[in-house]
Structure formats: structure tokens, C-alpha cells
């Protein structure tokens, strides 16, 4: 894929990787530079869903409110697509640091999102209301960008309307709404020095109940570390599992 002209010009010796990890609809890529600082390219095509814009607004408002994530360097349109360069996050995310331990895992996740939990909901301007994700979810759905051969295995084999239908059905009447990152699985927190060390690919942070994170975790962990490392990480975020609440949230999920 061709990237802009004016990065060209600007890093004419970087190499250039794209990155395979994550389920983002957007391309990924590594600009490595001889001087040994790498940046991250990220790019999707000009459309009325992308998600792209979505994640410059957080990114810089994290930056606001001194949380770490990647630094927005600049962000181009260019041939029909929009394109977004940012700076790295040190350290390796979460499904991929092999040299922390379980425990370590569940520390740093548990205690990140209780970090960013923790921000008032007042200075937050992204709703992400469930009135709000379930219309986009719609809108997913009519724009044929829900994959049914990509559900999780408790739906497969489903149409994408029969688990809208699901979806609608079963919301939750309890709502703690907090501020979320909204795609809270264990490759988008990263760690260095067995530390945290920020949050990525925040397209979807906004207001929203808490177990829109506590959930995509709770299954990210279940999937990476085991079945038995669930309860640990509710123990160390601080809160009893909503299995309700924890089930509807991966169902929404199946439509982002």
C-alpha cells in the first residue's frame, strides 16, 4: 500500500511493516527509522462508519488528561483513504509479553482499567451510551459489515439479524457508566519493565457501563490465559462479575 507522499518524503529510509495482530478493519503498519524510534502508520478508507477521526479525538484527549497512548503526529487524506501517524507505546502488549507471569497480566489490566475507570465522567465527551452503540451496531448491520463466520462460538452458525435480535432483547437495565476504552482485550494495553505503559487502538473509548470493558477483558483473558484467571482479575479490579451484564457486552461486541 502506497502511504502518503509527504511521509515518504519526510522518513525516505524507514521500513515499512504491516502489523498482523488485532481485528481492527483498519491497516496497521510499523515505520521503523535508522535512528532506532519506530512510529505507527494507521489508515482506513473515507467511509461514513470508519473509525479512524473517532481515534484522533482520543487519542488527544487522553493526552489531555495525561493518560498514556500514542501521541498524534499529524493525519493526512489521501487517495480516498485517511491516514493517521502516531507515535509508539514502549513494551509489548499484554497477549504478546511472554515474559510476565499470569498474575503480572491480570495486575496490569486490572489495575489500567481501574485507572481509567476512575476519570469523571464529566470531562469525557464521547457517549458511547448503549442507545447510542446499539444504533451504530444497526448501522453495522445494514451495512453488511457484521461477519457471522467471525462470531464466538456460542453464536456461530447464527445470522447476524437473529443476534441483533438477541442483542435488543437482552439489555441490561443497569448502568454504571464510567469511562471506557471500549475494546478493552489484552492486545490494546501495553506493558514495559512489567509495568503498564499504555492504552492503543482507542477508536471506541467513550461513556459507557463498565462492563463494556470488564467483559471484552474478562473473554480476552478466558481465551489467553485460561478460564481460571477470570476470577482473579474481577478480584483484583475490585468488583463481583455481572454474568448478565458480562454476556450482553460480548454480544454487542459481535457488530464492531
Keep these: ?11 525516505p529510509h524507514a521500513l515499512i511493516e504491516q502489523q498482523a495482530i488485532g481485528e481492527s478493519r483498519a491497516d496497521v503498519f510499523r515505520l521503523r527509522q535508522d535512528d532506532g524510534t519506530d512510529l505507527f502508520l494507521k489508515s482506513e478508507p473515507l467511509e461514513e462508519l470508519g473509525e479512524l477521526a473517532d481515534e484522533v479525538d482520543r ?35 499484554l497477549a504478546s509479553a511472554n515474559e510476565l507471569s499470569a498474575g503480572q497480566i ?22 458511547h451510551s448503549l442507545e447510542q452503540r446499539i444504533a451504530r451496531a444497526q448501522q453495522h448491520l445494514s451495512a453488511g459489515l457484521v461477519d457471522p463466520t467471525d462470531f464466538d462460538d456460542e453464536r456461530l452458525g447464527q445470522s447476524a439479524e437473529e443476534v441483533f435480535a438477541e442483542l435488543v432483547a437482552t439489555q441490561p437495565g443497569t448502568h454504571d457508566l464510567v469511562v471506557t476504552h471500549g475494546d478493552a482485550c489484552l492486545p ?28 471484552l477483558a474478562a473473554r480476552s483473558i478466558e481465551r489467553n490465559l485460561g478460564q481460571a484467571w477470570v476470577k482473579p482479575f474481577f478480584e483484583v479490579y475490585g468488583v463481583e462479575p455481572d454474568e448478565q451484564r458480562m454476556k450482553f457486552y460480548c454480544v454487542l461486541d459481535e457488530f464492531f
Design 106 to 127: 491480570i495486575n496490569i489490566l486490572a489495575t489500567a482499567l481501574r485507572t481509567l475507570h476512575q476519570l469523571p465522567v464529566e470531562l469525557c465527551p464521547f457517549d
Design 1 to 11: 500500500m502506497n502511504i502518503p507522499n509527504k511521509w515518504r518524503e519526510q522518513y
Design 59 to 93: 487519542l488527544r484527549w487522553l493526552q489531555q488528561m495525561d493518560l498514556p497512548a500514542p501521541a498524534v503526529l499529524d493525519e493526512i487524506t489521501e487517495n480516498h483513504r485517511h491516514w493517521l501517524l502516531m507515535t509508539t507505546v514502549p513494551g509489548q502488549d
Design 188 to 215: 490494546n494495553f501495553m506493558a514495559a519493565d512489567a509495568r503498564f505503559s499504555g492504552f492503543i487502538d482507542c477508536g471506541r473509548l467513550g461513556i459507557s457501563d463498565r462492563y463494556q470493558d470488564l467483559a
